[in-house]
Nanobody, 127 residues
Framework: VQLKESGGDSVQAGGSLRLSCETS????????MGWFRQAPGKEREGVAT????????YYGDSVKGRFTISQDKDKNTMWLQMDSLAPEDTAMYFC?????????????????????WGQGTEVNVSS
Protein backbone atom coordinates (compact mmCIF):
# COMPACT_ATOMS: atom_id res chain seq x y z
CA VAL A 1 0.00 0.00 0.00
CA GLN A 2 1.37 3.39 -0.95
CA LEU A 3 0.24 6.82 0.16
CA LYS A 4 1.38 10.06 -1.43
CA GLU A 5 0.66 13.51 -0.09
CA SER A 6 0.67 16.73 -2.05
CA GLY A 7 -0.44 20.33 -1.66
CA GLY A 8 2.00 21.58 0.95
CA ASP A 9 3.21 25.14 0.46
CA SER A 10 4.27 28.35 2.17
CA VAL A 11 1.41 30.69 3.05
CA GLN A 12 0.77 33.68 5.23
CA ALA A 13 -1.22 33.47 8.43
CA GLY A 14 -4.93 33.50 7.77
CA GLY A 15 -4.53 31.73 4.46
CA SER A 16 -5.78 28.34 3.31
CA LEU A 17 -4.31 25.18 1.84
CA ARG A 18 -5.78 21.92 0.64
CA LEU A 19 -3.69 18.82 1.09
CA SER A 20 -4.33 15.66 -0.92
CA CYS A 21 -3.45 12.06 -0.20
CA GLU A 22 -3.59 9.52 -3.00
CA THR A 23 -3.67 5.88 -1.99
CA SER A 24 -2.84 2.78 -4.01
CA UNK A 25 -5.85 0.97 -2.58
CA UNK A 26 -9.41 1.98 -1.86
CA UNK A 27 -9.95 3.83 1.37
CA UNK A 28 -12.89 1.53 1.91
CA UNK A 29 -10.42 -1.30 2.59
CA UNK A 30 -9.04 0.58 5.60
CA UNK A 31 -10.72 0.81 8.98
CA UNK A 32 -9.37 4.30 9.56
CA MET A 33 -7.55 6.97 7.59
CA GLY A 34 -6.23 10.27 8.73
CA TRP A 35 -3.77 13.11 8.85
CA PHE A 36 -0.94 13.70 11.31
CA ARG A 37 1.64 16.44 11.51
CA GLN A 38 5.06 16.87 13.03
CA ALA A 39 6.76 20.16 13.67
CA PRO A 40 10.53 20.37 14.14
CA GLY A 41 11.50 19.22 17.60
CA LYS A 42 7.98 18.08 18.44
CA GLU A 43 6.17 14.77 18.59
CA ARG A 44 3.85 13.62 15.85
CA GLU A 45 0.37 15.03 16.44
CA GLY A 46 -2.98 13.76 15.25
CA VAL A 47 -4.82 16.28 13.11
CA ALA A 48 -7.91 14.53 11.76
CA THR A 49 -9.12 10.99 11.18
CA UNK A 50 -12.11 9.32 9.64
CA UNK A 51 -13.52 5.93 10.59
CA UNK A 52 -14.59 3.95 7.55
CA UNK A 53 -17.36 1.91 9.19
CA UNK A 54 -19.62 4.85 9.95
CA UNK A 55 -17.74 7.84 8.48
CA UNK A 56 -17.15 9.28 11.93
CA UNK A 57 -14.67 12.14 11.91
CA TYR A 58 -12.34 13.22 14.67
CA TYR A 59 -10.28 16.39 14.93
CA GLY A 60 -7.42 17.41 17.15
CA ASP A 61 -8.30 20.21 19.53
CA SER A 62 -5.89 22.63 17.90
CA VAL A 63 -7.53 22.38 14.47
CA LYS A 64 -11.23 22.05 15.28
CA GLY A 65 -13.30 24.55 13.35
CA ARG A 66 -10.46 25.33 10.95
CA PHE A 67 -9.57 22.06 9.25
CA THR A 68 -11.85 19.67 7.37
CA ILE A 69 -11.07 16.10 6.40
CA SER A 70 -12.85 14.48 3.48
CA GLN A 71 -12.49 11.33 1.45
CA ASP A 72 -13.53 9.93 -1.91
CA LYS A 73 -13.13 6.20 -1.45
CA ASP A 74 -13.94 5.48 -5.09
CA LYS A 75 -11.09 7.73 -6.22
CA ASN A 76 -8.74 6.55 -3.51
CA THR A 77 -8.15 10.11 -2.39
CA MET A 78 -8.36 11.92 0.91
CA TRP A 79 -8.12 15.65 1.49
CA LEU A 80 -7.41 18.02 4.31
CA GLN A 81 -8.83 21.52 3.85
CA MET A 82 -6.96 23.90 6.11
CA ASP A 83 -8.38 27.37 6.72
CA SER A 84 -7.36 30.23 9.01
CA LEU A 85 -3.83 28.91 9.09
CA ALA A 86 -1.56 30.09 11.86
CA PRO A 87 2.23 29.90 12.32
CA GLU A 88 1.76 27.07 14.82
CA ASP A 89 0.32 24.96 11.98
CA THR A 90 3.78 24.87 10.40
CA ALA A 91 4.79 21.21 10.16
CA MET A 92 5.28 18.23 7.93
CA TYR A 93 1.87 16.71 7.26
CA PHE A 94 1.45 12.97 6.79
CA CYS A 95 -1.47 10.89 5.69
CA UNK A 96 -1.88 7.48 7.26
CA UNK A 97 -4.01 4.39 6.81
CA UNK A 98 -4.98 1.64 9.23
CA UNK A 99 -6.14 -1.65 7.66
CA UNK A 100 -6.83 -3.29 11.01
CA UNK A 101 -7.10 -0.32 13.30
CA UNK A 102 -9.32 0.12 16.30
CA UNK A 103 -11.99 2.73 16.91
CA UNK A 104 -10.03 3.88 19.95
CA UNK A 105 -6.85 4.27 17.92
CA UNK A 106 -8.66 6.21 15.25
CA UNK A 107 -10.52 8.48 17.65
CA UNK A 108 -7.48 9.24 19.81
CA UNK A 109 -4.89 9.47 17.02
CA UNK A 110 -2.71 6.58 18.16
CA UNK A 111 0.13 6.40 15.59
CA UNK A 112 0.57 2.70 16.37
CA UNK A 113 -2.92 2.17 14.97
CA UNK A 114 -1.73 3.11 11.48
CA UNK A 115 0.32 0.68 9.42
CA UNK A 116 0.83 2.76 6.29
CA TRP A 117 2.28 6.27 6.06
CA GLY A 118 3.08 8.70 3.29
CA GLN A 119 6.35 10.59 2.98
CA GLY A 120 4.80 13.88 4.04
CA THR A 121 4.18 17.29 2.55
CA GLU A 122 5.54 20.45 4.13
CA VAL A 123 3.39 23.36 5.27
CA ASN A 124 4.95 26.65 6.30
CA VAL A 125 2.81 29.45 7.71
CA SER A 126 4.42 32.84 8.20
CA SER A 127 3.10 35.60 10.41
Amino acid sequence: VQLKESGGDSVQAGGSLRLSCETSVSGASMTCMGWFRQAPGKEREGVATTLTSDSSIYYGDSVKGRFTISQDKDKNTMWLQMDSLAPEDTAMYFCAAAPFGTVYGCKFFDPKNFRYWGQGTEVNVSS
